[in-house]
């Protein structure tokens, strides 16, 4: 097996510069923690028509459907990114806002112990939840729009990225 390289901090190409998944076998079992954000805008008449129905479609529920749906794709986040470690997800959540200008806030929160982070889940998760929301009302305009999908925390590992302003209620 070729030795792993740094290859200007590509994690996943060996030394040949071939693609690889990286080896965590000698990593420390830690607390792992990531947290996700897709910002959603929607059309004004849409955002009108979920709120007279209280979040609802003739597809039902949007928002519990998007937080079920985000919380599977979490689950399976390794099914779907080519290198991610299939992971023992021990905690997950979603949780949607409804913002001023339209907009809809969809923040998912994942956790492990293990040797490596879960922020490709939290990332899975939010934009699978924005995805089912799009689909959900898409029947009501195509104008909805996912405009940023980001990374908002990751703990527990070498590299910690910071902690943006978080609902009382997705903070543990």
């Avoid at 923690?33 to 039902?60: D, I, N, S, W, Y």
């Avoid at 969809?106 to 492990?112: A, D, F, K, L, Q």
């Avoid at 990751?154 to 903070?171: N, Y």
Wanted: hydrophobic share 40%.
């Amino acid at each position: 097996m070729p030795k792993r390289s740094n290859n200007a901090g590509l994690t996943h190409l060996n030394a040949s510069r071939r693609p690889t998944m990286v080896g965590v076998g000698g990593k420390a079992v830690t607390h792992r923690v990531a947290e996700a954000e897709a910002r959603m805008h929607l059309p004004a008449a849409v955002a009108r028509a979920l709120r007279a129905t209280g979040h609802r479609t003739a597809k039902g529920p949007v928002f519990d459907t998007a937080i079920i749906a985000g919380v599977m794709a979490a689950k399976r986040t390794a099914e779907f990114i080519p290198f991610c470690h299939p992971l023992p997800i021990e905690h997950c959540s979603i949780d949607i806002a409804a913002g001023s200008r339209n907009e809809l806030r969809i923040r998912c929160r994942v956790e492990t112990h293990h040797k490596t982070g879960v922020e490709m889940e939290a990332l899975t998760g939010a934009s699978v939840a924005a995805l089912t929301v799009y689909d959900m009302c898409k029947a009501l305009s195509h104008d909805i729009r996912i405009v940023e999908i980001r990374l908002l925390l990751k703990s527990g590992g070498r590299r910690a990225v910071g902690r943006a302003q978080l609902p009382s209620r997705m903070r543990r």
